[in-house]
């Protein structure tokens, strides 16, 4: 087994409790490690034996994309549609953070984590 990862990719999206949040849109950050086994990658050098990172990002641009009101739903909509497309991922962690979220102080980002 081993774990690939795409860390640090940047959205401008359109997602958050409030109305506001929603019509203005924000900057989210995504982290997705994957847990897989990588054997026939490693050894023979190919594409099938892992995952193409290229689709990756492509999906989780995909749902980056949709409005939606929740972090929580939004990683866990990034897990269920990497489950779908790679079947043979044994793990999934995402985080996913919202930079400058709208509370009374000082706060980088809100981030939510989840695994399945």
């Given at each position: 087994?081993?774990?690939?990862s795409?860390?640090g990719?940047?959205f401008?999206?359109h997602?958050?409790?409030?109305e506001?949040?929603?019509?203005?849109g924000?900057k989210?950050?995504?982290?997705?490690k994957l847990e897989?086994?990588?054997d026939?990658a490693a050894?023979?050098?190919?594409?099938?034996g892992t995952?193409?990172?290229e689709?990756v990002?492509?999906?989780i641009?995909?749902v980056?994309?949709e409005?939606?009101a929740l972090?929580?739903f939004?990683?866990?909509?990034?897990i269920?549609?990497?489950?779908?497309k790679f079947?043979d991922v044994?793990?999934i962690?995402?985080?996913?953070g919202?930079?400058?979220p709208?509370?009374?102080?000082?706060?980088?980002?809100a981030?939510?984590?989840?695994s399945?």
């Amino acid at each position: 087994m081993a774990f690939v990862s795409l860390e640090g990719m940047e959205f401008y999206a359109h997602h958050g409790y409030y109305e506001e949040e929603r019509k203005i849109g924000g900057k989210y950050s995504v982290d997705v490690k994957l847990e897989l086994d990588v054997d026939l990658a490693a050894r023979e050098d190919k594409l099938e034996g892992t995952v193409n990172y290229e689709k990756v990002y492509e999906l989780i641009s995909k749902v980056m994309s949709e409005e939606v009101a929740l972090l929580e739903f939004l990683a866990n909509q990034i897990i269920k549609i990497l489950k779908s497309k790679f079947p043979d991922v044994k793990k999934i962690w995402v985080k996913v953070g919202k930079y400058n979220p709208p509370i009374q102080g000082l706060c980088h980002r809100a981030v939510v984590e989840l695994s399945s």
